[in-house]
């Protein structure tokens, strides 16, 4: 398991690489742009090729990009489709240009609008994004399910994967916290086990590319997404070490998006928690 944090990619796309070493991150994630914004970063080849070697004389192994929270796949609107698409497809392309896992998407909101066309419209958008990029994968999150806010479950995902066309590029990344305030049980670890079956019957274990680290501010099964530092949240220490330790998991990236003791996201010392919380994980499995 490649377990890292989402780090900042100011002063340029390499900082990011640095950032994650100075935090012993074998992984780590970014966002292309700014997340509240729709303007793009547009990088050049040189800050691609910074990117890649610093990569390589690193001890990060993967990036994941994490697409900004303005694209809404499942939207009617055309105007708002049409900015979502090519803010997807850019991701996409910057992706391709740094050699990421894939690139990280919330798959919308439906808003008060019927749930079966919501995903085809939303399936549809992540379709066209992957047929005008080259190779990146899209990894739809599991979400906590907010006021109608897509991909709540892995029927919901099937129903995604499938309008996108059924394409191999569709991946999935599942976030603990999500998971969690979703109502998904994975307290213990026949509960995880059970939803890795489901996710290998309806998706097939292939599409499963990421996780998201995070506790849970808000208890189980609220839907609502609040992230904590791990031990801080109503998952707790034991069921994290279980999650991190789940034998299918094995070789993902792992992510901690974890607000931090001081609010500026994960440290070095949250890491290597987490690193601990998966060898625990390890021995209370093999006990
Ligand atoms: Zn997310
Ligand atoms: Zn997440």
Excluded at 69 to 79: C, F, R, V, W
Excluded at 222 to 237: F, M, V, Y
Excluded at 241 to 262: M, V, W
């Amino acid at each position: 398991m490649l377990i890292g944090a989402h780090v900042s990619t100011a002063g340029g796309l390499a900082k990011a690489v640095s950032r994650g070493e100075d935090l012993g991150c074998s992984s780590i994630q970014i966002f292309n742009q700014s997340p509240r914004a729709w303007k793009p970063s547009n990088y050049d080849q040189d800050a691609f090729d910074e990117f890649r070697e610093a990569m390589a004389d690193s001890g990060v192994q993967s990036v994941i990009i994490h697409a900004i929270y303005l694209i809404n796949p499942a939207t009617p609107d055309e105007e708002l489709r049409a900015k979502s698409l090519a803010s997807l497809t850019h991701a996409l392309r910057v992706g391709d240009a740094i050699g990421a896992t894939g690139v990280v998407l919330h798959p919308g909101a439906r808003k008060d609008a019927e749930l079966v066309p919501a995903l085809a419209r939303a399936g549809l958008l992540i379709g066209d994004a992957i047929a005008d990029s080259e190779n990146c994968p899209v990894l739809i999150e599991q979400m906590a399910g907010h006021k109608g806010i897509l991909g709540l479950d892995f029927e919901e995902i099937e129903a995604l994967t499938e309008a996108a066309g059924n394409v191999d590029r569709v991946g999935v990344c599942l976030d603990s916290c999500h998971l969690f305030a979703a109502g998904v049980d994975i307290r213990t670890a026949e509960g995880i086990t059970a939803m890795v079956d489901e996710i290998e019957e309806k998706l097939g274990l292939d599409r499963l590319k990421a996780l998201h680290i995070n506790d849970s501010a808000t208890e189980f099964g609220s839907r609502r997404d609040r992230h904590a530092d791990l031990g801080q949240g109503e998952i707790g220490e034991d069921a994290l070490a279980l999650f991190l330790s789940e034998p299918r998991f094995e070789g993902l990236t792992a992510t901690l998006e974890t607000p931090g003791k001081d609010k500026k996201g994960a440290s070095a010392e949250d890491v290597a928690f987490a690193r601990e919380l998966r060898e625990r994980g390890l021995a209370a499995r093999r006990s």
